[in-house]
């Protein structure tokens, strides 16, 4: 059983920066698909960033390209999401997600039926 413990998030103004962490543990494969969705109140929700562990080609939701970046930290099985000019409407839940296949990497367009676990969330709120 994988196990996603999530960190950062906050508030911020627009055009302000966060930085989202997650650590994957009980991970037995050598390459996870790991990344994070969000979920804005009486919306859908939507991919934001994903990428494997190994560190294959990140892929982004269209709302967030040129803005967030994703990338693997020293720490096994730990991703980062920088998150640049953000606008009130990133405003919403951050969900770390993770999942065995990494073919859940390279869904077109990323579901997030793929992705078995999930973090419990953290909040991310932007003012304008």
């Known amino acids: 059983q994988v196990h996603l413990a999530e960190s950062g998030g906050g508030s911020v103004q627009a055009g302000g920066s966060l930085r989202l962490s997650c650590t994957a543990s009980?991970?037995?494969?050598?390459?996870?698909?790991m990344g994070w969705f969000r979920q804005a109140q009486g919306k859908q929700r939507e991919a934001v960033a994903v990428?494997?562990?190994?560190?294959?080609?990140?892929d982004y939701g269209n709302s967030v390209k040129g803005r967030f970046t994703i990338s693997r930290a020293d720490a096994a099985n730990t991703m980062n999401l920088q998150m640049n000019t953000l606008k009130p409407e990133d405003t919403a839940m951050y969900y770390c997600?993770?999942?065995?296949?990494?073919?859940?990497?390279?869904?077109?367009?990323?579901?997030?039926?793929?992705?078995?676990?999930w973090g419990q969330g953290t909040q991310v709120a932007v003012s304008s």
């Open positions: 009980g991970v037995t494969s050598d390459s996870i698909c």
């Open positions: 997600v993770a999942d065995p296949n990494p073919i859940a990497c390279y869904s077109a367009p990323l579901d997030p039926r793929d992705f078995t676990f």
């Open positions: 990428m494997t562990t190994r560190g294959g080609s990140p």
